[in-house]
């Protein structure tokens, strides 16, 4: 069916188009080019910002990536946040599916489901110094644990998004396999996990920019300066580096890099995934 | 459903690719040093000064082959050390300020009593009596050994007073008349970087201990004075100096104002001796030097603010506490102590180990024959956030409002916030 | 109908009672309990060390006379309420202009969503580098005064603030607004062809009502988000000037740690907590009525 539409030639609305790709220019572009340019520009090149280097310096990048020890703190981001996005994905969707599926037949579930939505509201300041203590006790302060952490308080927010997903799945989907003598994990990944496809793009996306942005959790659980992820070590970079925004900024583009490498990737899985999922 | 195999593959592989071709690079040189001996964990709440640090557990390591001492200075030190107290964790040697981190540490009883070691008599007195002033219940005894102090004060452009033939001003009125000489001349007079609020703390820092009751801190502690009353003056000096502040001051970042001072934007800024490795990296050529900041009329009432900068504390319950005590031991050996200073523009708290670096020779003298006062910021209650205060007041000022009545809100609300956070 | 429905079904399968029930322990062991101990340190005088007494409801009580947090919960509340109506109709509006009959759709589609990839602190870090000498040089060359500062400077730093919230945050809320607009059934808009219902006639009379599923998702989410704002800020002004943009999560952080208020701002804490779902489930609730009745 989408082939046709775009086999029919369309009569474009040409104002929208235009207005949108300044939009992307000014709003969006500008501040990415302004960040690139200083990223490869000399200290001494810096009178207009905007302007083209005279020279391009890719030693900022080289200095950046020695100072900041990208490579391992590349390897630890990128950990932590594969693992975390691999297990989330399987963990957090069958636990939805669970919940919502059984809500009205049993109390245990509902009861379940508003445990896990209302500490979607819980401000991370507040549980941030018990659960260090708590991340101590059980020797969760390195990368591991916070992968195991990071997977654990995905399920608010993935039980919310997965929900609204799964109701929208006729049941009689389920009761079909069941009469066919499939058992719940077989039903799970057989016949739903497949249909919830577009709400898994979303929960891997928001997995994902989560564990890979984020900087609180491992400020405060990760004290091994070997085990820092890759925004913890812009936060220090800032602090030690100041004066030297090629060198800040150059690194900023570092981290930027690998997600913008599996966003042209991904991209139009990405969106395509987003689009259709968000909303049943 | 087979695009989706095919983008999780990509992303896998290509991760993976990154993974392996970082990992093995990196694996070389981080465990060069693996199973020997003891291990020893230095924290410092200063990212500055974590090189010399190493330079200086390197030197360690040539007398001592079989221990380890691994430096820890991460990002918002402070929050982290608390973390770490939190889950018990302590390392087993802090270096820090002297200042309210200090206190919450000290007073949870995470430090060793160092009062017995024979160092301390290398050590000045008057700055181990800051340590004691930050103690609680201003217990005379050594948790914490000063080893290096610093100096905020005026920080000067040398050139741009030879050019303008300036003397260094020694009261208030020759400050102000130096300033309105540099305005006339079309220069910056004074650059302020109040983006980051706790600039704004320095030239009250340089300012109270001049001009406040000697007794203030106390009295105010025990309720028993305001900072209304006492503190006019300083607001008023205050609000002065905001009159010869470039444009935009509330917006300009201290990295920002630190590089455009390098190069010569502005003949002065009031800030400290940390900073001057700043200007320094920005451009190699600039002299600067520095004088205590004259904020009273009467010459002898300028003190050179000077706090204990760094501390060095041995944690209880550490497991290597003796190892601990020696490398403190060794870290106040004058030759040591020297080479910390001399790489970070700062003073030594070892008696004889003096700065001789120019760019601080100015505030040399005053801080060799101790005319010295603590930051007054040190003694307030660690909740009482008077940067934010002062950088509130300063915004009111761009914004028109009449000095008097500013001055007024601003005091009330000092006394007002001091008194919440007062509490025990 | 429940009752009835329940009678017919087969038990629940207990691999989900399991499956579930382990899920939660994690859960309670790692999130619930350290949330547990915050609120018992809300009562207490704790500094986050060492030893504490129980100090019954004074912490609670003092919240009421502290300016501080009057100003923090002002602070956040006009920044929510404004940042999550900005960010509503700026992605609205966008939606309805990337589902319009535009040329290279996807291409368009994937640049807007790109800040949403970007994480805050260092897109807060290049917007403070905007903030302090582009646009102020900007200003300057076209010789605007109140362009010619840093606006994060200023009273007017809030604004700073939300700006870099709407370019983080509209792209999420656009592509949910684009899902929302593409489930609706284009027949109804032949239907409402017909009856001669063009434009924004056609959009308030048809449109957004058919968003209204959408619309609740980015309300709750936004306002919920905003209510909790940090992370723009930490990067950004930390505060600043004065304390004109702490916001509440701002204050936990900043006097719960560095200013030795550990047991103060859990109940602070507590409060935002308390504050937050009464605001969604009042969200959730009007929003959903609302649904109820369009749908």
């Known amino acids: 069916m989408k082939h046709n539409t775009v086999k029919v030639k369309e009569h474009y609305n040409w104002p929208v188009t235009i207005l949108l790709i300044i939009g992307i220019v000014v709003v969006i572009l500008l ?21 083209l280097p005279k020279k391009i310096r890719l030693q900022n990048f080289v200095d950046a990536w020695v100072m900041t020890d990208f490579p391992r703190k590349f390897f630890n981001t990128a950990f932590i946040t594969v693992i975390n996005l691999i297990f989330t994905l399987i963990t957090n969707s069958f636990a939805a599916y669970a919940i919502t599926r059984n809500r009205k037949k049993s109390k245990f579930f509902s009861l379940m489901y508003y445990y896990f939505i209302s500490a979607m509201f819980i401000p991370f300041q507040v549980i941030m110094l018990p659960l260090v203590v708590q991340a101590n006790t059980f020797h969760l302060d390195n990368i591991f644990g916070i992968t195991f952490l990071y997977i654990i308080f995905g399920l608010p927010m993935n039980t919310f998004l997965y929900t609204g997903a799964v109701k929208a799945i006729p049941e009689a989907l389920d009761e079909a396999a069941m009469i066919d003598g499939a058992n719940p994990i077989q039903i799970f990944s057989r016949i739903i996990f497949p249909v919830l496809k577009p709400t898994t793009a979303t929960v891997a996306i928001l997995s994902f920019m989560w564990t890979w942005n984020d900087f609180t959790m491992p400020l405060v659980l990760l ?21 030297d925004y090629n060198l800040a900024f150059a690194s900023y583009l570092l981290v930027l890099l690998p997600v913008l490498i599996v966003y042209i990737f991904c991209q139009k899985w990405i969106m395509n995934g987003v689009v259709a999922g968000a909303v049943k | 459903m087979n695009k989706k195999i095919v983008c999780t593959l990509m992303v896998g592989t290509l991760l993976a690719g990154m993974l392996t071709g970082c990992g093995g690079s990196s694996e070389g040189g981080s465990s060069a040093k693996g199973s020997k001996g003891t291990e020893l964990e230095l924290f410092s709440t200063k990212a500055e000064n974590k090189d010399i640090l190493q330079k200086l557990v390197d030197k360690f390591n040539e007398t001592h082959e079989d221990v380890t001492i691994k430096i820890t200075a991460p990002a918002d030190a402070g929050t982290v050390l608390k973390t770490r107290m939190a889950k018990n964790d302590m390392p087993d040697i802090v270096a820090m300020g002297g200042d309210n981190n200090y206190t919450e540490v000290e007073s949870a ?24 002033d930050v103690n609680k219940d201003k217990e005379e005894k050594a948790y914490g050994v000063p080893y290096a102090t610093n100096a905020s004060g005026v920080i000067y452009n040398v050139d741009k007073f030879e050019e303008y033939g300036i003397e260094i001003p020694k009261t208030w009125d020759e400050f102000i008349a130096v300033i ?21 703390l320095c030239p009250w820092n340089s300012m109270a201990p001049d001009l406040a009751p000697t007794t203030f801190n106390d009295d105010r502690k025990a309720g028993k004075t305001t900072f209304v009353g006492t503190h006019e003056e300083i607001v008023e000096k205050y609000l002065k100096l905001l009159d010869y502040a470039q444009d935009d001051f509330m917006g300009l970042t201290y990295d920002d104002g630190n590089k455009a001072f390098a ?5 002065m800024i009031v800030n400290g001796n940390w900073a001057i490795n700043q200007y320094l990296n920005s451009n190699s050529d600039l002299k600067v030097n520095m004088f205590a900041f004259p904020a009273s009329n009467d010459e002898a009432q300028n003190y050179v603010t000077s706090g204990v900068d760094v501390l060095l504390g041995v944690c209880k319950d550490s497991a290597n506490e003796e190892m601990a005590k020696e490398f403190v031991s060794f870290m106040l050996e004058p030759e040591n102590a020297k ?20 760019t601080v020779a100015g505030v040399k003298e005053d801080i060799a024959n101790g005319k010295v006062a603590n930051f007054p910021d040190h003694y307030y209650p660690s909740g009482f956030d008077l940067s934010a205060l002062i950088s509130e007041m300063c915004l009111n000022y761009t914004n028109g409002m009449d000095n008097e009545e500013n001055m007024n809100q601003f005091l009330a609300q000092c006394d007002e916030k001091y008194d919440i956070a007062n509490v025990d | 109908m429940k009752k009835k429905t329940s009678r017919k079904r087969p038990a629940v399968n207990r691999i989900y009672y399991i499956y579930v029930g382990i899920l939660a322990v994690l ?20 500094r986050g060390y060492g030893d504490w007494n129980f100090v019954g409801l004074r912490n609670y009580i003092h919240m009421f006379s502290d300016a501080d947090t009057g100003n923090a919960y002002l602070f956040t509340f006009k920044f929510a309420v404004i940042t999550t109506i900005l960010v509503n109709v700026i992605s609205l509006i966008l939606a309805c202009a990337l589902n319009a009959k535009i040329k290279f759709k996807n291409t368009i589609k994937a640049f807007y969503f790109l800040p949403y990839m970007l994480g805050s602190l260092i897109v807060g870090f290049i917007f403070n580098y905007i903030f302090a000498n582009l646009i102020p040089q900007l200003g300057k060359g076209l010789g605007i005064k109140a362009l010619s500062v840093n606006i994060l400077g200023t009273n007017n730093a809030i604004w700073g603030i939300i700006a870099v919230s709407l370019w983080i945050g509209c792209a999420f809320n656009t592509l949910i607004y ?12 032949e239907a409402a062809d017909l009856d001669g219902a063009t434009g924004f006639r056609r959009f308030s009379k048809i449109t957004f009502p058919l968003l209204a599923p959408s619309f609740t998702i980015n309300m709750v989410l936004s306002a919920k988000g905003y209510l909790m704002v940090y992370d723009q800020i930490m990067a950004m002004t930390e505060g600043g000037p004065g304390t004109s943009t702490t916001s509440i999560a701002v204050l936990i952080y900043k006097k719960g740690f560095g200013g030795g208020q550990f047991a103060y701002q859990s109940a602070n804490a507590v409060m935002l907590f308390i504050v937050v779902v009464l605001i969604s489930v009042f969200q959730l609730r009007v929003l959903e009525k609302r649904e109820e009745k369009l749908g």
């Open chain 2, 109 to 132: 009883g995470m430090l060793v009593d160092l009062s017995g070691e024979d160092y301390i008599s290398t050590v000045q007195e008057s700055y181990l009596q800051m340590v004691y």
């Open chain 1, 223 to 243: 004290s091994d300066e070997s085990q820092q992820t890759l925004q913890l070590a812009q936060y220090v970079f800032k602090k030690q580096f100041s004066v």
């Open chain 2, 180 to 200: 309105e000489k540099l305005q006339d001349a079309g220069e910056q007079p004074l650059l302020m970087t109040y983006k980051d609020a706790w600039t704004s």
């Open chain 3, 27 to 46: 859960f309670f062991t790692f999130h619930t309990i350290p949330f547990l101990k915050g609120v018992m340190y809300s009562f207490t005088d704790w």
């Open chain 2, 339 to 358: 080479m910390y200073i001399e790489d970070q523009f700062a003073f030594s708290a070892v008696k004889g180990v003096e700065q001789e670096n120019e």
């Open chain 3, 178 to 189: 684009i899902a929302g607009l593409q489930s609706i059934d284009t027949d109804v808009y």
């Open chain 1, 31 to 51: 501040p990415l080019y302004m960040a690139l340019m200083i990223a490869i520009k000399d200290p001494s090149d810096m009178n207009n910002i905007l302007a």
């Open chain 2, 263 to 267: 190069n010569g934007e502005a003949a």
